[in-house]
């Protein structure tokens, strides 16, 4: 049978009592700091402290029970408890009681009015008088108190160690945005953040800028659906400048008096500003774990910038910017949009005229790989704002794909989204023949101008991400008989296959209607099966 001691009031401790009690506290407090000194584990310093105390007090026994470094319930004890486990004897009644052959002494442990744990000493025999009692009861809190510093140490260090896991868990959501929400929030719900901006950079487009507010953990803008016409106007008057350390135009636009900041870098061996943070919280500013946690928070969000900035350079190789926006919105867009998918998709190749001539006129390799750069960056523009996506470009030959990777699109809008991205960039070639340069390379060769021999199609087609450098293109005897129509065409000729042309039957559009066709022909050609069922485009004048 168990009995617990109650007494209604504690009689003050004489001196000897004093004395002894501050010769415990001084041999806890000693041996607490040697261990803080010397980075010692929760169990090695219980290991130090526990038989200190017990030749302090004359126990038998003394036990903790708390959590350890990763959190998770541990017992630490030294001496003995009457031959059983001490753990489950410190969670009964608090203060003085008989077990079995002994008496146990027990109170909880809290760090900042939390409980973390309870400690308990046991000696052999009865110890329940109220002065016996009292004075165990003195002891152990004073142990208690001093083990208070211990464990506030490491609770706070463990529960932020939690944090920061959390924070970057959360950080891995394929969505960054979504992601980046999460971490705010639960931030906020931790330390105190009542304000919170990050500006990052476009990988696409380095020049460009993003940004998230947040007021108390919760999104208040962003640079694509909720708009700050403040921070609008900033990015647009500064642009990259913001993102210099110490820049102080952000700061005084937050209009908060205490704003603590944490530049991203890359880390590469050329570093790089890939954007900021900046935390404001009126005249109270920030405890020091909550900095610690906003460092930290910077290198994680560093790190998933560049990881997030490869993913949409790598897919800014074959569609614009706000088709890779559309697509990471979606966790699982590789499985969902760029795995093999077979639909009947436009297909254009379009070749520049006379390429080889040209490229003896021009002589130097450095030249002609200009040259190559700025046609083509002006082609993949057009490909892209008809819809296309562009699969590659093979020599000075541009190669695109209609339908891809959402094939929301019907067979007719396929077409017309083709042709029309052939006819512009048929006429912008025909146009660059204005440059100087080009046109005194065009007259040497007796060339009237630049322009482009294309093919199109409109065929089944495997299209996905292929090969080992995951590249998005097509594949399907429409693709070959496309290539082998735009070899058939002459200088700026447009050639249509017939699938094409049925497609466009009833369109609409007046770019469509204007235009005209020359006659079916067909035409054989080499490893090809079936003769080539082909029309002549001509562009209105």
């Not at 476009?202 to 208040?220: F, K, M, Q, T, W």
């Not at 030249?367 to 562009?390: A, T």
């Not at 020599?395 to 007719?412: A, E, H, K, T, V």
Request: include cysteine; proline fraction near 5%; hydrophobic fraction near 40%.
């Amino acid at each position: 049978m168990t009995a617990t001691r109650t007494t209604p009031v504690a009689a003050e401790p004489g001196l000897e009592e004093l004395r002894m009690l501050h010769a415990l506290n001084r041999a806890v407090d000693s041996l607490i700091e040697e261990c803080v000194r010397e980075q010692c584990s929760l169990a090695q310093t219980f290991q130090r402290i526990l038989p200190a105390v017990l030749r302090e007090t004359g126990a038998q026994g003394l036990a903790v029970t708390t959590r350890n470094e990763e959190l998770a319930e541990q017992a630490f004890h030294a001496g003995d408890f009457g031959g059983v486990f001490p753990g489950p004897l410190l969670t009964g009644p608090r203060g003085t009681r008989r077990e079995g052959g002994g008496t146990v002494v027990s109170q909880t442990l809290d760090v900042v009015g939390q409980t973390v744990g309870h400690i308990g000493l046991y000696l052999a025999g009865d110890h329940t008088r109220p002065e016996q009692a009292e004075r165990l009861e003195r002891m152990l809190d004073t142990v208690a108190e001093q083990l208070d510093t211990v464990l506030l140490l490491v609770h706070t260090a463990s529960e932020k160690q939690e944090l920061i896991l959390r924070l970057n868990h959360l950080l891995s959501n394929p969505v960054f945005e979504a992601g980046m929400d999460q971490v705010v929030l639960t931030l906020a719900q931790r330390v105190r953040v009542p304000g919170f901006l990050l500006v990052y950079r476009d990988a696409v487009r380095p020049s460009v800028l993003h940004y998230r507010s947040y007021r108390h953990g919760h999104l208040e803008h962003d640079s694509g659906d909720k708009p700050s016409a403040e921070l609008d106007g900033l990015l647009r008057a500064h642009g990259t400048e913001l993102l210099q350390p110490g820049e102080e135009r952000l700061k005084r636009a937050l209009g908060q008096p205490r704003v603590m900041e944490a530049v991203l870098i890359s880390g590469h061996l050329r570093s790089e500003q890939l954007g900021r943070i900046l935390l404001w919280s009126g005249e109270e500013g920030f405890s020091s774990q909550t900095m610690d946690l906003v460092r930290v928070l910077a290198s994680t969000l560093s790190q998933r910038l560049v990881d997030y900035n490869r993913e949409r350079t790598h897919l800014s190789k074959f569609f614009p910017a706000e088709a890779i926006d559309e697509l990471l919105q979606v966790p699982d867009y590789g499985a969902r949009y760029l795995v093999g998918r077979d639909e009947e998709v436009g297909i254009l190749f379009a070749d520049l005229n006379g390429f080889t001539r040209l490229c003896e006129q021009l002589e130097s390799p450095a030249r002609i790989g200009r040259f190559v750069d700025r046609w083509s960056e002006r082609m993949v523009e057009l490909l892209w704002r008809h819809g296309g996506v562009f699969d590659k470009m093979v020599g000075d030959c541009i190669i695109g794909l209609f339908g891809p990777p959402f094939f929301r699109s019907s067979r007719r809008e396929r077409a017309e989204a083709l042709v029309r991205a052939a006819c512009d960039i048929q006429r912008t070639t025909a146009a660059m023949s204005a440059d100087p340069e080009v046109r005194t390379i065009c007259e040497r060769v007796g060339m009237p101008g630049l322009g482009v021999a294309v093919g199109l199609n409109l065929a089944p087609t495997l299209c996905g991400l292929f090969g080992p450098n995951q590249d998005y293109t097509g594949f399907s005897t429409g693709m070959n008989q496309t290539a082998r129509l735009q070899s058939l065409a002459g200088f700026r000729e447009m050639l249509v296959m017939e699938p094409v042309k049925q497609a466009l039957e009833g369109s609409e559009d007046p770019v469509i209607q204007a235009l005209r066709y020359g006659e079916l022909t067909e035409t054989p050609v080499k490893n090809v099966a079936r003769p080539l069922r082909h029309h002549r485009l001509h562009l209105p004048d």
